[in-house]
């Protein structure tokens, strides 16, 4: 039973710590601020004002700000410092050649029949083979 226990509690630990990494937690925290100012805001005006003034985003809760300001702050530390150098790989570089060889290839292949091109015409063994 201990066992059991014990790893239904890894996989919970796992879960909420996925959850906070991934920022689940700042949209938990803005859905309960939403409610909040929606519950709030209709106990004085009609539920449609409410809901239009909590999302129109002219009227944020400190809740709201302090969410705002948490991402613009973790935005602000992800940001890399130094510009990224970026390689060019020219994939074409070889293209004049290519074309040059695609014809002897061609040409090379209509001479010479391969033994892909000679199984193509051959009628296949009939009967089948039976294993001895």
Do not use: N, Y
Not at 55 to 79: M, N, V, Y
Not at 110 to 123: H, K, L, M, N, Q
């Amino acid at each position: 039973m201990i066992p059991a226990v014990k790893r239904t509690g890894t996989v919970i630990l796992a879960l909420l710590l996925g959850i906070i990494l991934s920022g689940g937690h700042l949209a938990l925290l803005q859905t309960v601020a939403w409610a909040s100012m929606i519950a709030s805001r209709a106990a004085s005006d009609s539920f449609a004002f409410a809901v239009e003034t909590t999302f129109d985003g002219q009227h944020p809760c400190p809740i709201c700000l302090a969410i705002s300001q948490h991402k613009a702050h973790d935005d602000d530390k992800r940001a890399p410092e130094q510009p990224t150098k970026k390689m060019k790989i020219d994939c074409l570089a070889l293209a004049p050649h290519v074309d040059a060889l695609v014809p002897v290839m061609v040409e090379t292949l209509a001479a010479s029949p391969g033994p892909f091109i000679v199984r193509a015409t051959e009628a296949p063994p009939t009967p089948p083979p039976t294993r001895s």
